[in-house]
């Protein structure tokens, strides 16, 4: 004879969640065209003066600012994402 054994099983919605958020934000910010210093700011985990000061003046990441007129800045994501980790990896103490 044979027993049959039942049990539940309860996924953990909190790591699913999770997970699925990192997977959907990593997909979007790699379709961004355009980032603003608000945006690079929250990324980075840095305050807006800091990118100012250790990112915007370099002239790598100057090639690929925009601004319409006058108006807000905006960086080319796909380009200036890279430069900036380099900066981080290869270049502060």
Same mark, same amino acid.
């Given at each position: 004879?044979?027993?049959?054994?039942?049990?539940?099983?309860?996924?953990?919605?909190?790591?699913?969640?999770?997970?699925?958020?990192?997977?959907?934000?990593?997909?979007?910010?790699? +379709?961004?065209?355009?980032?603003? !210093?608000?945006?690079?700011? %929250? !990324?980075?985990? !840095?305050?807006?003066?800091?990118?100012?000061?250790?990112?915007?003046?370099?002239?790598?990441?100057?090639?690929?600012? +925009? +601004?319409?007129?006058?108006?807000?800045?905006?960086?080319?994501?796909?380009?200036?994402?890279?430069? !900036?980790?380099?900066?981080?990896?290869? %270049?502060?103490?």
């Amino acid at each position: 004879m044979s027993a049959i054994v039942q049990f539940e099983v309860k996924p953990d919605n909190d790591a699913l969640d999770a997970k699925y958020d990192a997977i959907f934000e990593k997909h979007v910010a790699v +379709r961004k065209k355009l980032l603003t !210093m608000k945006q690079l700011a %929250e !990324m980075y985990s !840095m305050e807006r003066d800091a990118l100012e000061e250790a990112f915007f003046r370099d002239p790598r990441i100057k090639l690929f600012e +925009r +601004r319409r007129g006058k108006g807000k800045r905006y960086w080319i994501a796909e380009k200036v994402i890279p430069i !900036m980790d380099e900066i981080i990896e290869y %270049e502060w103490q």
